[in-house]
């Protein structure tokens, strides 16, 4: 089989029209906005012309099926409120080359797939966590955006549509581009990644409960102020963290919330939010453990009552060990030397499918690391390469 | 002249029914609120019948004048929206009881006063800084409340009663006696109070901008991190602040606003607010200083730009070395060996007051240093305490 890139740019660009923002080549395309059933619409009348069978599933997962047991590639094609145009998009679109040029060379069986809402109208990665079988769509219904739609009422416009949930069996494995959407490869000037691990995320909320006090009356060595201990507990986090991360490990305090939030205050509560990402399950949980630790010794230092959550998260995915091998084959010889092994900070489709065939994810480099905003971009001539090195290995497979 | 402390408590009791919150002791009595306005009817009485001239001026602030230049002894009867029942209405009480006493002795000539809207429900200690000539009327009428309401169509229910503003001449100083509001006293076991100086406070917002980003994707050295950067310079703050401040010093955080304040996104600005406070002006600026310095090694560390805004504040001001020595000799006959000299590390109308006319202030202990709650109290062997000290030190004077 041999892709077109001519023909691949320009299905690139023909899905951006779909939902342009007006500012550079940005997107905007919620799920089951009417730009984003405008897009589905015209990526069955592509799927169709390719001689692949269009399916939706009843929660508006877009399928081009190749006859039997085939290989699956894709992405998502819904963006953010202020999307970039590559996003999910490149990953669809060249699914869908590689399936019409393997259509066209008479095998081997190759489909496509556009999953929705991975940009979290509702849930996060909400099409794929129901496909999965990770949430059930009894569940999933009950979600709602942030003008309170829920995803019942959304998905109405489509069950007109719908057919059938798939049987997993039906494909022999997934294969997901995307951009990188960091900076790493940028940076180094490496033009393909080679995804090894979906990192896993951990999330909790804590609370520091001090005392609130008049600002201008209270002694500092009688205060228990909670915005203190929140600064000593990220000072000392920093701190112990140090001999436990990796470069790859990443954590942010993201959202604080301060009680009564007045200059004139002494802060008696601030609550935050506690996120960190890491591939490796084993120091996602020795994090937690020290995040735990440094709680309690502030809270004895500072005079505060520490309140932790439940911890929430995903756990790390690997990507399968042949489709990593077929990757790098691809990637050196394609592009010998510029390419690397490396695990995703961000969560994906990928994360899911891992769960249920085997799954192997390849990035192409953010221009600026920068991703989810409308100067989104990646070089062409990346692009390209990027479509040729999932064929070659979808040729291995 | 020979104060009545059974009729001091019983008029302080009585004050105290005029938005009584039904929490303890507690009140609510808002400036220009019905019970404020009815609770100043109500003093305007007593004063009619201590044989004193009650007279309200145009801002509502409320005098008993005594005949002749007298000494001008009083507080302010408004409070917090959950306030304590002590807070200004014990150092009116004490000044009306003082005058009565006084009147009734036949001299010496004294006065009594109830601020208008020492709480800042439109500024702060408006009625007297418009009285004192430092914020003229017609920009205090553009203060508005939380809830949109204008100083000038608050004071409208009261123009009916309002006279002209007084001159300072008619007074030879001013005294006002305060519960402490803070810890020092309570915890010293000490009963007495004679205020040295009301604190100078410095107040500026600061805005650290860095970059947004995915928390995912964006390695932790690539980051410009706003709410980093905010606990770095916490942190750098607390270490160069040591050579500088004493015990009496006190600097707050107390506001915080991040940006976005999502836990999946590194936060790319934060403002926040800054205050000190501090009875010498040379110390005040030396702390300036240092939040100048600290933010620029912050900016240069943490890659983001900030930004100061202009420094507000209210100048420390001196009591009279008079008076002070008055009050100081008062205490001693009174409680010897049960007092100290002190700073103010709360606002007062006396604050104002020292622009114009020799000033002292005495406080008495606050049960727990809680104060602007309804849980506020005194024992009430200190509050006669306090009446006895005031009313030795206005005979000396």
């Given at each position: 089989m041999q892709v077109n890139e001519a023909r691949f740019l320009s299905d690139l660009h023909a899905l951006r029209q779909f939902g342009a923002s007006g500012v550079g080549k940005g997107v905007?395309?919620?799920a089951f906005s009417e730009a984003d059933l405008a897009a589905r619409e015209w990526l069955a009348d592509r799927?169709?012309?390719a001689g692949l069978a269009p399916h939706f599933?009843?929660?508006?997962n877009?399928?081009?099926l190749a006859p039997g047991k085939s290989l699956l590639i894709g992405s998502h094609s819904d963006t953010q409120p202020e999307g970039g145009w590559l996003d999910g998009a490149l990953g669809v679109i060249?699914?869908?080359?590689?399936?019409?040029?393997?259509?066209?060379?008479?095998?081997?069986p190759i489909s496509v797939v556009s999953f929705q809402d991975e940009e979290g109208r509702f849930g996060v990665t909400t099409g794929s966590d129901i496909w999965s079988g990770k949430l059930s769509l009894a569940e999933a219904?009950?979600?709602?955006?942030?003008?309170?739609?829920?995803?019942?009422?959304?998905?109405?416009?489509v069950t007109g549509q719908a057919g059938e949930f798939l049987s997993h069996d039906r494909f022999s494995g997934f294969l997901e581009m995307h951009i990188e959407q960091g900076p790493w490869l940028d940076q180094s000037s490496e033009r393909i990644g080679v995804v090894s691990d979906i990192v896993g995320i951990r999330d909790m909320r804590i609370t520091f409960e001090g005392r609130q006090n008049h600002a201008g009356t209270t002694p500092m060595h009688l205060r228990q102020d909670a915005f203190q201990a929140l600064s000593a507990f990220n000072t000392k986090l920093l701190d112990r963290f140090a001999n436990v991360v990796t470069p790859a490990t990443v954590w942010t305090i993201g959202h604080v919330s301060l009680h009564p939030n007045a200059s004139s205050v002494v802060p008696g509560r601030v609550t935050f939010s506690m996120q960190w990402r890491d591939a490796d399950l084993d120091r996602l949980?020795?994090?937690e453990q020290i995040i735990r630790e440094v709680s309690d010794e502030i809270a004895g230092d500072h005079g505060v009552k520490a309140e932790l959550s439940p911890v929430l998260g995903i756990d790390p995915s690997a990507m399968d060990d042949r489709i990593q091998a077929a990757f790098k084959q691809a990637a050196e010889e394609a592009a010998p030397g510029s390419w690397r092994s490396m695990p995703s900070g961000a969560l994906h489709d990928a994360a899911n499918m891992a769960a249920v065939m085997p799954v192997g994810m390849l990035f192409v480099p953010s221009i600026g690391g920068i991703s989810h905003a409308f100067d989104e971009d990646t070089d062409e001539s990346d692009l390209l390469l990027g479509l040729q090195v999932l064929a070659r290995a979808a040729r291995l497979l």
């Open positions: 905007v395309r919620r799927i169709a012309g599933d009843p929660v508006g877009l399928f081009g060249a699914g869908l080359e590689i399936a019409r040029a393997a259509a066209e060379a008479g095998g081997p219904d009950l979600f709602t955006d942030t003008d309170g739609v829920t995803l019942a009422e959304a998905r109405q416009t949980g020795r994090m």
